[in-house]
């Protein structure tokens, strides 16, 4: 059963620029930029007007050799933004300038970055299953752990004291921070677990999974609260808005679903021309901001992300 939408002015508007597509979208801790990582191994930084139409001014960050798989902003700092890339670099970057400040190079490909809460280190994941943690001052690594299962999206709690690990045995390991000794398994689905996100309000997490199931969990009793079913292909990105109310899942079906987190139910689906591969909520408004694999009619990548928008009615 579908619940009324209680949205007024949906709107969606599409931005271009990269050459590619478009992996992972972030907006930084104030809302007011939002950033696009692309195979065409560059990031964009985009200057969001929120009521304005006029044309949107876009910064380019170069300088990765490969696609740019996933990208984080300083939770602390408006205009701080870390990359990771198939390159083996993480970047760190001025928004303002669109300068490297700093740059790590790592053992294997990056595609998981992460910030801490307080910002003060970020966490990265690669193809071969190794976490290294870097300081951001330094922007050395502090840690390093190579795992002997498949590890995929990484998060940390809204406290820093708890890093969750995402699993292909559709586990999510919970681990004590900064130890990282193990806490908890918890076993979440019946296929690899893929991505994470932990409700801004510190409340709940949520888990996609190749089961194309969403899990929400009680961060307090880790216990599952329940399940979210529309899908129907692996869940490859989730997010939970700025109020912890709704949460956003998308695959490779060709809508979005938006869910309320409190009663499970659907209650808008954005509809999509291609499998999605990042969604993410504005940490103060409710728009969401998607990108995925669309092309155009002659089959090339559009690169191109949108942004949709409501209010509440």
Request: glycine letters at 8%.
């Amino acid at each position: 059963m579908e619940e009324q939408i209680p949205f007024k002015n949906l709107h969606s508007r599409e931005y271009s620029g990269h050459k590619k597509k478009v992996h992972s979208v972030a907006w930084n801790c104030i809302g007011t930029k939002l950033a696009s990582g692309s195979v065409d191994q560059t990031a964009r930084i985009w200057h969001i007007e929120l009521h304005g139409h006029s044309k949107v001014k876009d910064i380019e960050l170069k300088g990765h050799t490969d696609s740019v798989d996933q990208l984080c902003w300083d939770p602390k700092h408006a205009d701080l933004i870390a990359t990771a890339s198939g390159d083996k670099t993480v970047r760190l970057w001025d928004a303002r300038s669109g300068k490297c400040s700093q740059q790590a190079e790592l053992s294997g490909e990056n595609i998981n970055i992460t910030y801490k809460p307080d910002g003060t280190h970020v966490a990265v994941g690669n193809r071969d299953d190794e976490l290294t943690i870097l300081d951001v001052r330094k922007f050395k690594p502090i840690h390093r752990r190579k795992f002997n299962y498949e590890v995929n999206e990484i998060a940390w709690n809204m406290t820093g004291e708890m890093f969750f690990l995402t699993t292909g045995n559709g586990t999510v390991e919970v681990l004590s921070y900064p130890s990282l000794r193990p806490l908890d398994t918890l076993m979440a689905h019946t296929a690899g677990c893929y991505c994470i996100a932990i409700d801004p309000i510190g409340r709940h997490f949520a888990v996609g999974s190749a089961d194309s199931l969403v899990s929400l969990w009680d961060i307090s009793e880790m216990l599952c609260v329940r399940t979210f079913t529309k899908l129907e292909w692996p869940v490859r990105t989730i997010g939970f808005n700025y109020t912890g109310d709704f949460i956003a899942s998308a695959s490779e079906d060709l809508f979005i679903d938006i869910s309320n987190v409190h009663t499970g139910r659907t209650v808008h689906q954005i509809p999509c021309r291609a499998a999605m591969n990042s969604v993410e909520w504005n940490p103060k408004y409710n728009l969401l901001a998607y990108a995925g694999d669309d092309k155009n009619k002659y089959q090339a990548d559009e690169g191109v992300f949108r942004i949709f928008g409501f209010e509440n009615a």
